[in-house]
């Protein structure tokens, strides 16, 4: 057995690849939605006291409930949104990543299915096909809204046991409007009872304020949260979400024991401590993506509203041709596969620049209509 067509592995997962993107070694990385801005010298010190206490005692487990660490998130939340939230309402694990797929472990399985509404993060298909979860499409409008009246005609017709809404949506950085999700968490429970997922990743990048309070009253609605992207921690994979307590205690039925080491644990609460610190970070970057925005726009190209930290353009004849040419000025963006289009990480202002610089040099002219053959020339030109 050579390759892995020729192992024994099961049928939802053949053909598929891993999910990553391009990791090449060039000044300007803006295609994994990272954070651009180290963390600060009093972190990075407060962190390494943090572990430092925290390793005297590694010859022991690590809460496994996570308590200190749930408690300081549910803070977080409560004061981030202005929607109390309890230590009980909060569960976490290794990155957003985790969490899903502890949902999908409870909720979902063998016999289940999952929908989500296409494009959007592949993770979701990923991780229900996974768990032995099957995957369905819903439908999106020609903007990257999701289309309301079709998403309830689906939810109808194909009766989900998991939901996800993503909101922004990666990769197009789309906001989810309030009265959406309360139309689909409606119109999916009245068909059975649906876990409904709204994934927030993005959210402290949004115009528009988080969909938390929704949880009243809908103990069947989670929120997923990450410490990889707003608190510049994607190095330390924790994600948590909020949600009724029996879901709390639900997830706790599949989660592997004592998952979250000590270290982690001690690093999340000491990046919790500098909230209003990442933050002003968050700001800067919400500023820069709101330029690349309108400078984009300013060239003639189609861009998708953004709430996230990134920005979705085009549309172009050749995407490939057009990713190669922007990488050949030394700047790396993602080609998500979504036709025409690309997506840039905003990132530091120098980086921004750079990134402008080299679709300006992409570009034939100030249109969205690109020649596959000026794009080939580019193309051949070596890495600068």
């Not at 994994?32 to 180290?38: D, H, I, Q």
């Not at 430092?52 to 809460?63: F, G, K, S, V």
């Not at 410490?227 to 979400?241: D, Q």
């Not at 330029?291 to 490939?320: C, K, M, P, Y």
Request: glycine share 6%; net charge negative.
């Amino acid at each position: 057995m050579r390759n892995i067509d020729d192992l024994p592995i099961r049928d939802e997962l053949k053909g598929k690849s891993p999910y990553g993107a391009p990791q090449l070694h060039v000044p300007v990385l803006l295609n994994t939605n990272e954070n651009p801005y180290s963390l600060p010298d009093a972190l990075v010190a407060r962190i390494a006291e943090r572990v430092a206490e925290a390793a005297r005692d590694l010859n022991r487990y690590p809460d496994r409930d996570a308590i200190e660490l749930r408690t300081a998130l549910a803070g977080y939340l409560s004061a981030s949104t202005g929607h109390a939230v309890s230590t009980e309402q909060v569960w976490a694990a290794n990155g957003s990543n985790e969490i899903i797929q502890q949902l999908l472990q409870t909720f979902g399985g063998p016999g289940r299915t999952a929908l989500g509404f296409a494009p959007t993060y592949q993770m979701h298909d990923l991780i229900s096909r996974g768990t032995g979860t099957g995957w369905i499409e819903g439908p999106r409008n020609p903007d990257f809204t999701i289309d309301v009246v079709s998403a309830e005609a689906v939810l109808a017709a194909d009766r989900p046991d998991v939901l996800f809404v993503c909101s922004p949506n990666n990769p197009t950085g789309t906001a989810v409007a309030r009265e959406t999700v309360e139309r689909l968490y409606d119109a999916a429970q009245a068909v059975k009872p649906t876990l409904v997922i709204v994934d927030e990743a993005y959210v402290e990048f949004s115009h528009q304020p988080s969909l938390l309070p929704l949880l009243e009253g809908r103990p069947l609605l989670v929120v997923t949260r990450t410490m990889s992207k707003a608190f510049g921690a994607a190095g330390l994979r924790l994600g948590y979400l909020a949600a009724a307590p029996a879901v709390v205690d639900a997830v706790q039925l599949v989660r592997l024991p004592y998952h979250l080491s000590a270290v982690t644990q001690a690093t999340a609460l000491a990046a919790l401590e500098f909230t209003d610190v990442l933050l002003g970070y968050v700001d800067r970057l919400k500023a820069e993506r709101d330029r690349i925005v309108t400078e984009l726009r300013a060239l003639g190209l189609e861009v998708t509203d953004s709430d996230a930290n990134f920005v979705q353009f085009g549309r172009f004849e050749d995407t490939h041709a057009v990713w190669q040419a922007i990488l050949d000025q030394g700047v790396l963006v993602r080609d998500n596969g979504v036709p025409g289009r690309l997506r840039v990480t905003a990132g530091t202002p120098a980086e921004n620049d750079a990134f402008l610089d080299a679709v300006r040099f992409a570009l034939p002219s100030p249109a969205a209509t690109l020649s596959t053959s000026r794009f080939a020339r580019a193309s051949s030109l070596e890495n600068r």
